[in-house]
Structures are given as C-alpha cells and as structure tokens.
C-alpha cells in the first residue's frame, strides 16, 4: 500500500510544512504526557504552568519544530 501526499506549493506551503514535521509533533506530545506521567507518579508533585511552559519551548527548540510562519 502506498500513500502520495500533493501540494499545491507555495499555495500550501504551511500545509506541506505541518505534514513534513508531524512525526516530530508526535514525538513532543508522546514526550510531554510521559513527563507529566513520571513527574506525578515519582515526584508526588504537579508541575506548574510555567515549568510545563518552558520544558515544552526547550524542546521545540532543540528539535528545531516549527510552529508556523
């Protein structure tokens, strides 16, 4: 089976950008919930908005994720 993504660039280039980095989208929620997930369980503590805010914009740019134009 085979599947062939178009686009119509550079009409849809943001489009093609959201598809061209989705497994790297998929890999920063996987990360987030597991640090949620360990941080609960091991910690006894919840992280706050801001600690959850910057661990999430280190890694976008570490992993070079962008997020629109």
Known sequence: MKAILEFD????????????NAD???TLIWDLRKKLRD???Y???????????????????EENIELGD
């Open 9 to 20: 660039l550079p009409d849809e280039k943001y489009e093609y950008k959201i598809m061209n």
């Open 39 to 41: 941080n609960i369980k």
């Open 24 to 26: 790297k989208y998929h």
């Open 43 to 61: 910690n006894k503590r919840l992280l706050n908005a801001k600690e959850i805010y910057e661990w999430l914009n280190e890694e976008i740019i």
